[in-house]
């Protein structure tokens, strides 16, 4: 059985730094990534990575300000989100997969605020 468990989320003012972390137990996924979902908003993807090849994509709005990496000697995966804007507010989800399709597991979700 497949668990993600995301941490790291909190408040941040305007132009802060938080890094989340995602750690996977039950099997080792070959795409890991985050999305979030904002209040009254759709699901939106923010950043994916290839597990062994470290190949990483990005949504656009954060391009630039996220990074994300991976330890696979810990089964994690990492958000790196500099430089918060307030419309990054949202409850960001941990997603894993193996292969290609759709995203099979998903962890709760941490909530990140950004203050004005």
């Known amino acids: 059985q497949v668990q993600l468990v995301e941490s790291g989320g909190g408040l941040v003012q305007t132009g802060g730094s938080l890094r989340l972390s995602c750690a996977a137990s039950?099997?080792?996924?070959?795409?890991m990534a985050w999305f979030r979902q904002a209040p009254g908003k759709e699901r939106e993807f923010v950043a994916g990575?290839?597990?062994?090849?470290?190949?990483?994509d990005f949504a656009n709005s954060v391009k630039g300000r996220f990074t994300i990496s991976r330890d696979n000697a810990k089964n994690t995966v990492y958000l790196y989100m500099n430089n918060l804007k307030p419309e990054d507010t949202a409850v960001y989800h941990c997603?894993?997969?193996?292969?290609?399709?759709?995203?099979?597991?998903w962890g709760q979700g941490t909530q990140v605020t950004v203050s004005s």
């Open positions: 997603a894993g997969r193996i292969g290609v399709g759709p995203y099979q597991y």
């Open positions: 039950g099997r080792t996924l070959s795409n």
């Open positions: 990575i290839i597990w062994n090849g470290g190949t990483a």
